[in-house]
């Protein structure tokens, strides 16, 4: 197989702020192929946000990124001068914000949001510009593209403006397009609905995806690899379906157990114990600890990413599942 | 946007007979001017002609209709100290005024806004706080203080500007002004400073207020997302979008500006509106504090209505015709 086309390893985004160092993300590896959608799942304040925004170089101070390597086809990320970070951004590597009503200018009409994205990377004539901007804006669905180039945002409905988001990040077709919630503000029918574009866009066309996300049950249906993020840390990898059926990380086996699903009606919906902490006073050692029925001791020293079983990776001293998958010696303590 | 305008037309009508009586019945509370008027030593005959060709016998109702049935003809009074039409007074007077605040209000937008932008994108270097404290001086000093300062430094002390009065005029475009003459520019800078001062400071502390709360917003984020330069998006997505508070502010204060140069006025020994107002109150010239209330009055509503046209040219979401003005 060949490499992957991003390559994030150790990751480490902190917030220099007044009341202290907010480690919002602290060690995060994954990685993204071709012609694949990685899912990013976590809470809120996990961190998986300001994960994409790093792979970006869109992080607003006091937050910098101060460690880890993030390889991007072969380039190194955090080496990039600004203005060749600037060319990638946008023609190379896209991103698709969670707030529709908020991604566009409202005082710019849509034909100059597009066009302008455009000619920041490439030479192109007015009228091919626009040309191109409708096709665009047809692709993603959008009925009379024509007349509604010339429309402002506050004329859209949230889905929308979603698709006009969505049609700018394709514009330059990207290797990569980081999606950060996208569908979260949507409602369900419009949701499966750019779902299913969404995924048929990054088959079709060779791109890799990275869809951040807090809900478990969209990115089951979608991504081809899970990475489960907790406290700043990737705590477990690997391919969607081993995933949810048998999760290795604690975390992720509450995560799942906290989604409703048909099977389990009626019986009362399992939640996880306590509260994320606050990524300005992180436990020691695992941060998942004190709401884990699990811990033990040695939890209270920080776990290192290892290969569980094949194409699984984890941070953790006692996986769970891993007698019945024939590896009991890892899960012992 | 015909129906708007016809509406704040008619609104507009309204708001001048409420303020036609309330500034007729105010200054007729204010004194007598007949004591100012004529000298000490006149005989009883001659001070009853002078009430009688003032019309100042006549109940208060009954000027109040006359002042109205004036007002109809397009007549604002006679001075009573000038003879001549206070509405022609003041016109004399208001392109001398106008072309202060017009020179001050260009000054304060385009050294506010700039160092706005900059205070804004870079609030913690040593030029972004220096420029926030410099407006603080700019709004906190007295205004006739400034003035004074000015002409010290400036006149006194360096001996480079002219210390006050208006210079040379001439023609150009049919307009009559002194900014078309060195002479008159170089007059005219010290009390512009004087009069920007403050508007200044004042742009500048809303640009940088509105960068802030506008740089951080999801469509700024989109906007270098797609790999916009720096330049773009911050003179075309921050910019078009804090232009919305800073067009209404300033549109406001140019009204403020123009109704208030008095002191800037006093301090420079301007020839406009401002001094004369002044002047007419020490004397209780009410036809010319009328008509002066009553073009500062159509004055404002004009700015108000050019500010709301300018909103919908900067913000696509602002339909006049749904505004409930």
Redesign the interface.
């Given at each position: 197989m060949a490499d992957p086309l991003l390559v994030v390893r150790d990751l480490r985004t902190h917030f220099f702020t007044r009341t202290g160092v907010v480690k919002a993300v602290d060690g995060a590896s994954f990685s993204v192929n071709r012609g694949e959608v990685l899912g990013i799942v976590g809470e809120s304040g996990s961190g998986k946000s300001i994960a994409g925004?790093s792979i970006?170089g869109?992080v607003?101070p006091p937050g910098r990124v101060v460690d880890g390597a993030m390889t991007f086809d072969g380039i190194d990320l955090r080496a990039l001068p600004d203005e060749e970070m600037?060319?990638?951004?946008?023609?190379r590597i896209?991103?698709v914000?969670?707030?529709p009503m908020?991604?566009?200018?409202?005082?710019?009409?849509i034909d100059t949001q597009m066009i302008?994205?455009l000619t920041?990377?490439i030479r192109i004539g007015k009228a091919d510009a626009r040309a191109r901007c409708r096709d665009a804006l047809g692709m993603v669905g959008i009925p009379a593209p024509e007349e509604r180039l010339s429309a402002?945002p506050?004329q859209f409905s949230g889905g929308m403006r979603q698709r006009v988001?969505i049609a700018?990040a394709l514009l330059h077709e990207p290797d990569l397009i980081i999606a950060d919630e996208p569908t979260t503000a949507l409602d369900v029918t419009i949701q499966a609905q750019i779902l299913y574009e969404v995924q048929n866009l990054v088959h079709t066309r060779d791109m890799a995806m990275l869809w951040i996300t807090h809900d478990l049950s969209v990115v089951a249906g979608l991504a081809d690899r899970i990475a489960v993020m907790y406290a700043g840390r990737v705590v477990e990898t690997g391919p969607t379906e081993e995933i949810v059926e048998r999760p290795l990380h604690p975390y992720t086996q509450g995560l799942i157990g906290s989604v409703p699903s048909r099977s389990k009606r009626g019986s009362k919906l399992r939640q996880i114990p306590g509260m994320a902490p606050s990524p300005l006073n992180l436990p020691e050692g695992c941060a998942f600890r004190p709401r884990c029925a699990y811990a033990t001791e040695r939890c209270g020293q920080s776990p290192a990413d290892r290969e569980l079983l094949p194409g699984r990776w984890g941070r953790c001293h006692h996986p769970l599942h891993l007698a019945a998958a024939g590896r009991p010696e890892l899960a012992k303590p | 946007m015909t129906v708007f305008v016809i509406r704040r037309l008619l609104q507009s009508l309204l708001v001048m007979a409420v303020m036609s009586t309330l500034v007729f019945a105010g200054v007729f509370a204010i004194g007598n001017p007949i004591d100012i008027l004529i000298s000490p030593d006149a005989t009883q005959a001659e001070y009853e002609r002078a009430v009688r060709s003032l019309g100042l016998d006549l109940p208060l109702w009954e000027q109040y209709w006359r002042f109205l049935q004036n007002l109809a003809d397009g007549e604002l009074g006679i001075s009573f100290v000038h003879h001549e039409p206070a509405i022609e007074l003041i016109l004399q007077r208001m392109p001398a005024t106008l072309e202060l605040a017009a020179v001050a209000l260009l000054l304060s937008i385009t050294v506010g806004i700039p160092l706005g932008l900059w205070a804004g994108l870079k609030p913690d270097s040593l030029a972004g706080r220096s420029i926030m404290v410099g407006s603080i001086f700019g709004f906190s000093l007295p205004n006739f203080w400034q003035g004074l300062m000015l002409i010290m430094i400036f006149a006194v002390m360096l001996d480079l500007m002219p210390a006050g009065g208006r210079g040379e005029t001439a023609v150009f475009l049919g307009i009559e002004s002194s900014i078309w003459t060195l002479d008159g520019l170089w007059h005219l800078a010290l009390p512009a400073i004087n009069l920007a001062l403050f508007k200044t400071s004042l742009v500048i502390r809303l640009t940088r207020a509105s960068v802030r709360e506008v740089i951080?917003?999801?469509?700024?984020?989109?906007?270098?997302?797609?790999?916009?330069?720096e330049r773009?998006v911050v003179f075309?997505?921050v910019l078009?979008?804090i232009m919305?508070p800073v067009t209404t502010v300033i549109g406001l204060e140019l009204g403020v500006m123009i109704a208030f140069a008095v002191v800037t006025e006093t301090v420079f020994a301007w020839p406009g509106m401002g001094k004369l107002i002044i002047d007419s109150i020490f004397v209780l010239d009410r036809p010319v504090i009328v008509a002066y209330l009553t073009v500062i009055v159509v004055m404002f509503i004009i700015i108000n209505l050019v500010v709301d046209i300018l909103y919908s040219i900067?913000?696509?979401?602002v339909r006049l015709a749904d505004v409930g003005a």
């Open positions: 925004f970006m869109l607003d600037r060319g990638l951004r946008g023609r896209a991103m914000f969670q707030d908020m991604t566009l200018n409202p005082v710019l009409r302008e994205a920041a990377h402002y506050h988001a700018i | 951080g917003l999801d469509y700024v984020k989109f906007a270098r997302a797609k790999g916009l330069s773009r075309v997505h078009k979008n919305i900067f913000d696509p979401r």
